[in-house]
C-alpha cells in the first residue's frame, strides 16, 4: 500500500516535470480587432521562425475568417495558415501570457486591450483588409505588412536582423 502512493507521488513529479519543459516556451498573444489578417500573419509567423522558443497564439475583439489574401501572402514565404481560425479574447482570458503584443493601427481604430501578461506591448501596423484597388494591389498591401510584421518579429522577438535570417 505505501509503494503506491510513492508511485503516485513518482509520476506526480514527472508529469509536473514534463509540463514544466513544455511550457519554457515564452507564450505569446498577438491581437487585433478581427483576428482576420495581421494577428494571424503575426501568430503563423512567430511558430514557424521562434516555434522551438515560443508558442504564439492569436485573437480579436470579434472573430471573423482568416482573410484569403493573408493566406495568400503567407503561401508565398511557404507559411500555411489556412488551418487556423478567427478566435475571440474571451478564449484566452484566463491564460498566463508572457507577452500580449496588439498589432492593430492605433490611429484609426481602437485596439483591445488585454491585462493577462506579464508584458503589453504595442506594434502599429495599418489594416490590409482595408486595401483598395485590383486584387494584386491589394496583395501588395498584405506582403507589405506581412514584412513589417516580419521584420519587428525578428527584431524584437527572435533578436535577428534581416542578415541573420
Known sequence: ??????????????????????????????????????????????????????????????????????????????????????????????????KVITVCDQANEACPVFFGARERLHWSFPDPSKAMGTEDEQLAVYRAVRDAIRERIDRELLGRTPAQR
Not at 515564452?26 to 489578417?37: G, K, M, P, Y
Not at 500573419?41 to 475568417?65: H, K, M, P, V
Request: glycine residues 8%; hydrophobic residues 35%.
Open 1 to 98: 500500500m505505501h509503494a503506491h502512493g510513492d508511485h503516485h507521488r513518482a509520476l506526480g513529479r514527472f508529469l509536473e516535470e514534463t509540463v514544466t519543459a513544455q511550457s519554457n516556451k515564452e507564450r505569446v498573444l498577438f491581437v487585433c480587432t478581427h483576428n482576420s489578417a495581421r494577428s494571424q500573419i503575426a501568430e503563423g509567423l512567430l511558430r514557424q521562425f521562434g516555434g522551438d522558443r515560443f508558442e504564439a497564439y492569436s485573437a480579436g475583439t470579434e472573430a471573423t475568417n482568416v482573410r484569403p489574401l493573408a493566406i495568400r501572402a503567407m503561401q508565398e514565404i511557404g507559411i500555411d495558415i489556412a488551418g487556423q481560425s478567427s478566435k475571440t479574447l474571451e478564449r484566452y482570458i484566463d491564460w498566463p501570457f508572457d
